[in-house]
């Protein structure tokens, strides 16, 4: 945990050339969205799913729709 709250990452986010899905739920306290609009905003290219209701653990409260944006993400890295 220590190392992970001392983790900056920032410097090479630009670098990233890879297709990025950034999801989050938007109650989520742990990694706010702020957070993930700026990982969005700094990778480019990437896709940014903010799921309503909610919060950290949004693969086990909103499966539907995390499953639904990680499927619909993986196939359009697909067709790149």
């Known amino acids: 945990m220590i190392a992970s ?3 900056d990452s920032r ?3 630009a670098k990233i050339s890879q297709p990025v899905l950034v999801i989050v739920g938007e109650g989520d306290l742990t990694t706010p969205v702020e957070c993930s ?3 969005h905003q700094h ?5 940014l799913v903010i ?3 909610a919060r950290h653990i949004c693969t086990q409260e909103r499966p539907d729709l995390f499953n639904q944006a990680l499927v619909a993400f993986l ?3 697909e067709d790149r």
Do not use: K, T, W
């Open 5 to 7: 709250v001392n983790a």
């Open 11 to 13: 410097d090479i986010l």
């Open 37 to 39: 609009r700026y990982l």
């Open 43 to 47: 990778i480019e290219g990437s896709q």
């Open 51 to 53: 799921l309503p209701e």
């Open 75 to 77: 196939h359009n890295a």
